[in-house]
């Protein structure tokens, strides 16, 4: 169903938008907020097409869509994304999503429409879904605040949410500020978030030397300064790239869920969606599974930083919001410990989710925070179920 013609939406960041909003119940503790949904939640008599020409599977009703209405808060329409969420860009079959303020860069996806809602201020929340750094990324590149919960949260359902991959898939907000998702987060659970102090909180700070611009670098070292002056004990650590496990998993699970779609010769996915469905069709049970084994060694590592260390740091993007159509981008640059970096030319997607994807593929709740340069965010990452107090330490670096 089409959007409504006197509706101005020049960056294409809205897929629905019914004449009246979804209300929420009278009284609740979110009675004063209104919130998007990304085009994965069903909800419904609003129409899901996951921003595809192609045809989709029906989730049934969003667990999580249904909550937050009961909490109070009022569903405003559907917001646009990387086509069937698997794309950091905001590239979908209806045009794609620009940025909120340069209508010639990405906005980041996939939650692109998401972070464009509640960036121009047309929502005081957005939902979206992350599942190798799709709420993290466009929050970066949009200038606003994203939170993924622990993977399978209890109060974060995936329910009636259309996967990309059921092993790194997790639903979560968008807001300008981090009081609003913490405030969500808070009612949900039944657990108001109390700022923490950062006083001896042990931070490892994961900044691989060649993987962003000197500009993220400035960034991400500022935000890391910015906590030592709030009393954390911040030391550098390391973590391997590990999208040798993320991406066999996240293919063969999505070719799996669009395996319908995919037996047409042209379902109607873009060029670049229809090819990386087919390349997860045509991985073997024994290359999947030795994704998986890849996952537990991963995992493992987590763990061990996340015993001494308390939360990590890191960049949430390689570099500034890219133009649009740009698929490469140059990392590196600059010098570190008085020793130049060489540049490096590089796959976008690479380049962006070997930041990202190893926290939503280990699933640890993350924040991603905007810095002091525009449009360039940083990650905060938790332990598994430490999810209220890694908010907390958000809302005390917002205060």
């Known amino acids: 169903m089409p959007l409504s013609p006197d509706f101005y939406d020049p960056q294409r960041a809205w897929a629905y938008r019914p004449a009246q909003p979804l209300a929420g119940a009278p009284g609740g503790p979110l009675s004063d907020l209104s919130f998007s949904v990304k085009d994965l939640y069903g909800v419904p008599?609003?129409?899901?097409?996951?921003?595809?020409?192609?045809?989709?599977p029906d989730p049934g009703e969003s667990v999580l869509v249904r909550r937050l209405l009961d909490l109070g808060a009022c569903a405003v329409g559907k917001t646009h994304l990387h086509e069937v969420a698997l794309g950091i860009t905001g590239m979908n079959g209806f045009g794609g999503t620009a940025h909120p303020h340069d209508p010639q860069r990405v906005a980041g996806g996939s939650s692109s429409g998401a972070a464009v809602s509640v960036a121009l201020n047309q929502v005081d929340f957005a939902l979206g879904t992350d599942t190798g750094g799709s709420i993290r990324v466009p929050a970066a590149w949009c200038g606003v605040a994203g939170y993924k919960p622990t993977q399978g949260h209890p109060d974060w359902s995936t329910g009636g949410v259309l996967p990309l991959s059921w092993t790194c898939d997790h639903a979560g907000p968008l807001a300008r500020e981090v009081a609003t998702l913490a405030r969500v987060h808070g009612a949900l659970?039944?657990?108001?978030?109390?700022?923490?102090?950062?006083?001896?909180?042990?931070?490892?700070?994961?900044?691989?030397?060649?993987?962003?611009?000197?500009?993220?670098?400035?960034?991400?070292?500022?935000?890391?300064?910015?906590?030592?002056?709030?009393?954390?004990?911040?030391?550098?650590?390391?973590?391997?790239?590990?999208?040798?496990?993320?991406?066999?998993i996240v293919l063969s699970e999505a070719a799996a869920v669009h395996a319908e779609a995919l037996r047409a010769e042209d379902p109607g996915f873009l060029p670049f969606t229809l090819g990386a469905l087919r390349?997860?069709?045509?991985?073997?049970?024994?290359?999947?599974?030795?994704?998986?084994?890849?996952r537990a060694e991963y995992r493992a590592l987590l763990d061990g930083l996340l015993t001494a260390f308390d939360v990590l740091l890191a960049p949430a993007v390689p570099t500034p919001p890219p133009l649009s159509g740009q698929d490469e981008v140059t990392v590196g640059g600059g010098t570190v410990g008085g020793v130049t970096v060489s540049e490096e030319v590089m796959p976008l997607r690479r380049a962006v989710l070997r930041l990202t994807a190893p926290f939503s593929l280990l699933g640890t709740p993350t924040v991603s925070l905007p810095t002091a340069t525009p449009f360039v965010g940083v990650q905060l990452v938790g332990r598994h179920g430490e999810d209220d107090r890694l908010l907390g330490l958000g809302l005390a670096w917002e205060g």
């Open 45 to 56: 008599g609003w129409p899901l097409h996951a921003s595809t020409r192609a045809p989709v």
């Open 189 to 248: 659970t039944g657990r108001p978030i109390e700022p923490q102090d950062w006083t001896g909180v042990r931070v490892g700070l994961w900044l691989p030397d060649g993987w962003t611009d000197p500009a993220v670098r400035e960034a991400t070292l500022a935000f890391a300064a910015g906590l030592a002056a709030r009393g954390a004990e911040v030391s550098p650590v390391q973590l391997p790239e590990m999208l040798d496990a993320y991406s066999p």
């Open 279 to 294: 390349q997860g069709a045509a991985l073997t049970q024994t290359q999947v599974q030795h994704a998986f084994d890849r």
